[in-house]
């Protein structure tokens, strides 16, 4: 997919009628659908530490002495969010 952008891309003709578009799904290779796949399980696993990091964050202000609601307010969560951290 790559290759078809870097040749075809710079061919106004090809622009102006189109066929980038028309072309563009036919040339999608193995490797461009497992490079999305693994993109999307990249985005996941980083959705998964930060929700992790924002467990641990919230605990170490609690232990700091902070309040559920101010914990809540320093990492801009919601307070249900909290409650969820506390429980676990």
């Known amino acids: 997919m790559q290759l078809y952008h870097h040749i075809y891309d ?3 003709e090809v622009a102006d009628e189109g066929v980038s578009e ?3 799904e036919a040339l999608i290779l193995d490797i461009d659908v497992i490079e999305m ?3 999307k399980e990249i ?3 980083e959705k998964e530490i930060e ?3 924002s467990e641990v964050d919230a605990l170490k202000l609690l232990l700091q002495g ?5 914990a809540a307010e320093i990492l801009h969560i919601s307070m249900e969010r909290m409650e969820e951290i506390m429980k676990s």
């Open 10 to 12: 710079k061919y106004q």
């Open 22 to 24: 028309a072309v563009e």
């Open 37 to 39: 796949e693994h993109k």
């Open 43 to 45: 985005k996941k696993k």
């Open 51 to 53: 929700e992790k990091q």
């Open 66 to 70: 902070k309040s559920p609601e101010e």
